[in-house]
């Protein structure tokens, strides 16, 4: 029988953990005795055919590095594929063609909710595909982790504890601004990790009144500065969230409407410092290392198993498959009224709600 030949392709945005998912499925389809070729540029790589061999050399050294020895893009879905006059074609044919061209009796795709969609409609259209999640947002219900995040709260944490000293030494309230798109998970673990005062996440609209109310709370019992930590999909109550590009729902900026909300109610000094990719690059700390190669060598035994159509996630210590229809439908938001959220209630936290 001829040997069998799996594709690895990273779409979407870059994430700590992408090289070592790539090195655990590599080096167990060598005990399935698969060949893997690497697909280059996400998606894109299947219309233009750019792959490389993938092989326990060419992949030697890339576990603790950041981004993706893939590259990757986030223009890349084939069922909307940029035509080059500012419209968009559907190639996903050409897509399917190129994978039986190539050979390609597997292909694990390794991305965020936007990769999952165009994993499962090639599924539908009969490509064998498992998906790994990955995203510094951990917004997908369907796992209780995706790598990278863990990574981006210890950039971020590290962030908070840097900004305290400045807050300490000058009287000053500091707003830290932080990646998550429309789900306040990073917010929260850095915040609560950091010993911010004041968490500001999307699923908890925030009232600038009440975020001033206990700035100056803190200067009565003595306090005389204030971490803020903001999610960038943060909104006042009955706002909107703040973009950066509407046109492409970019968000960004929200740091800087709070400190202008605030001003004019506190008689502290504040300062803005948005975060911004520092929390997506560089290496992957432990967690994500290890989740990532637990990730990637589940991905080739669902492969070798001919289990397609799933995803590998995380619940509780195990890693499981579940099918990539499930994990798009289902975002995973904050729980308001969670056991998180009451924690960091419970030690003084302020979520700009009044409560
Ligand atoms: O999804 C990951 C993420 O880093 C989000 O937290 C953020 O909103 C977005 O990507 C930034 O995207 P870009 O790299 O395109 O600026």
């Given at each position: 029988m001829p040997k069998k030949r799996i594709g690895i392709l990273t779409g979407g945005r870059d994430c700590p953990g992408l090289n070592a998912v790539i090195r655990a499925a590599v080096r167990a389809a060598r005990e399935h005795d698969f060949d893997v070729a690497g697909v280059q540029l996400g998606f894109e790589g299947l219309l233009t055919r750019a792959v490389v061999p993938l092989t326990t050399e060419t992949i030697r050294g890339i576990l603790p590095k950041g981004g993706t020895l893939l590259r990757t893009t986030n223009r890349g879905n084939p069922f909307e594929f940029p035509d080059?006059?500012?419209?968009?074609?559907?190639?996903?044919?050409?897509?399917?063609?190129?994978?039986?061209?190539?050979?390609?009796?597997?292909?694990?795709?390794?991305?965020?909710?936007?990769?999952?969609?165009?994993?499962?409609?090639?599924?539908?259209?009969?490509?064998?595909?498992?998906a790994v999640p990955k995203t510094i947002d951990n917004d997908l219900a369907a796992t209780d982790y995706t790598f990278g995040f863990h990574t981006a709260v210890a950039v971020a944490t590290e962030a908070v504890d840097r900004l305290h000293t400045t807050a300490e030494s000058h009287d000053r309230v500091m707003i830290?601004?932080?990646?998550?798109?429309?789900?306040?998970?990073?917010?929260?673990?850095?915040?609560?990790?950091?010993?911010?005062?004041?968490?500001?996440?999307?699923?908890?609209?925030?009232?600038?009144?009440?975020?001033?109310?206990?700035?100056?709370?803190?200067?009565?019992?003595?306090?005389?500065?204030?971490?803020?930590?903001?999610?960038?999909?943060?909104?006042?109550?009955?706002?909107?969230?703040?973009?950066?590009?509407?046109?492409?729902?970019?968000?960004?900026?929200?740091?800087?409407?709070?400190?202008?909300?605030?001003?004019?109610?506190?008689?502290?000094?504040?300062?803005?410092?948005?975060?911004?990719?520092?929390?997506?690059?560089?290496?992957?700390?432990?967690?994500?290392?290890?989740?990532?190669?637990?990730?990637?060598k589940a991905a080739a035994d669902l492969i070798a198993a001919g289990d397609f159509g799933k995803m590998v996630a995380l619940r509780g210590d195990a890693v499981c498959a579940v099918p990539i229809r499930d994990a798009v439908s289902n975002p995973k938001y904050v729980d308001p009224d969670g056991q998180m959220v009451a924690t960091a209630r419970s030690v003084g936290v302020s979520f700009g709600d009044g409560r």
């Amino acid at each position: 029988m001829p040997k069998k030949r799996i594709g690895i392709l990273t779409g979407g945005r870059d994430c700590p953990g992408l090289n070592a998912v790539i090195r655990a499925a590599v080096r167990a389809a060598r005990e399935h005795d698969f060949d893997v070729a690497g697909v280059q540029l996400g998606f894109e790589g299947l219309l233009t055919r750019a792959v490389v061999p993938l092989t326990t050399e060419t992949i030697r050294g890339i576990l603790p590095k950041g981004g993706t020895l893939l590259r990757t893009t986030n223009r890349g879905n084939p069922f909307e594929f940029p035509d080059g006059h500012g419209g968009c074609a559907d190639r996903s044919a050409e897509v399917v063609e190129n994978i039986r061209e190539l050979g390609l009796d597997g292909l694990i795709a390794i991305g965020g909710d936007g990769t999952l969609r165009i994993a499962q409609r090639l599924c539908d259209m009969g490509i064998p595909i498992v998906a790994v999640p990955k995203t510094i947002d951990n917004d997908l219900a369907a796992t209780d982790y995706t790598f990278g995040f863990h990574t981006a709260v210890a950039v971020a944490t590290e962030a908070v504890d840097r900004l305290h000293t400045t807050a300490e030494s000058h009287d000053r309230v500091m707003i830290l601004e932080v990646m998550g798109r429309n789900c306040g998970w990073i917010a929260l673990f850095a915040g609560l990790a950091g010993g911010a005062d004041i968490i500001l996440i999307p699923e908890i609209p925030y009232s600038p009144d009440e975020i001033a109310r206990s700035i100056r709370e803190r200067q009565r019992e003595g306090s005389k500065f204030d971490i803020v930590v903001v999610a960038e999909g943060a909104k006042r109550v009955g706002g909107a969230e703040k973009y950066l590009d509407v046109a492409t729902r970019r968000l960004g900026g929200i740091a800087y409407q709070v400190a202008g909300d605030i001003a004019e109610q506190i008689d502290l000094e504040i300062r803005v410092t948005v975060l911004g990719h520092i929390q997506r690059g560089g290496s992957p700390i432990a967690f994500d290392r290890i989740l990532a190669t637990r990730f990637g060598k589940a991905a080739a035994d669902l492969i070798a198993a001919g289990d397609f159509g799933k995803m590998v996630a995380l619940r509780g210590d195990a890693v499981c498959a579940v099918p990539i229809r499930d994990a798009v439908s289902n975002p995973k938001y904050v729980d308001p009224d969670g056991q998180m959220v009451a924690t960091a209630r419970s030690v003084g936290v302020s979520f700009g709600d009044g409560r």
